[in-house]
């Protein structure tokens, strides 16, 4: 089973501010990794999958990088609905299986 | 637009069967996307359950794999989730989903609004 590591596990920055979560894996998962935000109360929304193609409606000022076993997200210019919690997540092909990681919070300074 | 609603009992006691439905309105659940249940304890993060497929395969969490299992079903255009043996660990969240598959995940990028399962007795 891959393991998703996500750091850090909580941001505190302000609005304007870029922010950069990271979400190591403890083996290849080549470029199936999405990521998700989470506001309290609601399902996750899909961000990024692919590791760098953003879903549908998905303001650009947020970035999905990397591969193997090294992905993050970058969220350029922090909006206020942006403070929220973001997960990433595996996806194996065959058999078929997922998994997320522990998540990261962006909190108001 | 794809919509997904999950139902069934809010309350399952300890050692019960949890059984929780998930309707599907927008997309049939006989093309070739996988089908997921997802859950999250109250304060937690998300924990991938499994995934059925309308060709019967299905895949779960090995943490769980030898009490759950997922089917769906062509006719009602519903898929469904089956958790035995159920402790308090087992209270969370749970959320139905669509991982938009076409020979490659594209991402889980619908998900029902989520329901609350508590197990107590």
């Known amino acids: 089973e891959i393991v998703l590591t996500q750091s850090p596990a909580t941001l505190s920055l302000s609005p304007g501010e870029r922010a950069t979560l990271s979400c190591k894996a403890s083996?290849?998962?080549?470029?199936?990794l999405a990521w998700y935000q989470q506001k309290p109360g609601q399902a996750p929304r899909l961000l990024i999958y692919?590791?760098?193609t953003r879903a549908t409606g998905v303001p650009t000022r947020f970035t999905g990088r990397g591969s193997g076993t090294h992905f993050t997200l970058t969220i350029s210019s922090l909006e206020r609905e942006d403070f929220a919690v973001y997960y990433c997540?595996?996806?194996?092909?065959?058999?078929?299986?997922?998994?997320f990681g522990g998540g990261s919070r962006i909190e108001i300074k | 637009q794809v919509v997904l609603q999950e139902s069934g009992p809010g309350l399952v006691k300890p050692s019960g069967t949890l059984f929780l439905t998930c309707n599907v309105s927008?997309?049939?659940?006989?093309?070739?996307?996988?089908w997921i249940w997802v859950r999250q304890p109250p304060g937690k993060g998300l924990e991938w359950i499994g995934q059925?497929?309308?060709?019967?395969?299905?895949s779960y969490n090995p943490s769980l794999q030898n009490r759950v299992s997922i089917s769906v079903d062509k006719s009602t255009n519903q898929f469904s989730l089956r958790l035995t043996s159920v402790t308090a660990a087992d209270t969370a969240v749970y959320y139905c989903?669509?991982?938009?598959?076409?020979?490659?995940?594209?991402?889980?990028?619908?998900w029902g609004r989520g329901m609350l399962v508590t197990v107590s007795s």
């Open positions: 989903a669509r991982d938009h598959f076409r020979g490659y995940s594209y991402g889980f990028d619908a």
């Open positions: 927008g997309d049939s659940v006989t093309g070739t996307n996988w």
């Open positions: 059925g497929h309308h060709s019967d395969t299905s």
């Open positions: 083996e290849t998962v080549s470029s199936y």
């Open positions: 692919d590791a760098s």
């Open positions: 997540q595996q996806r194996r092909n065959w058999p078929p299986g997922a998994s």
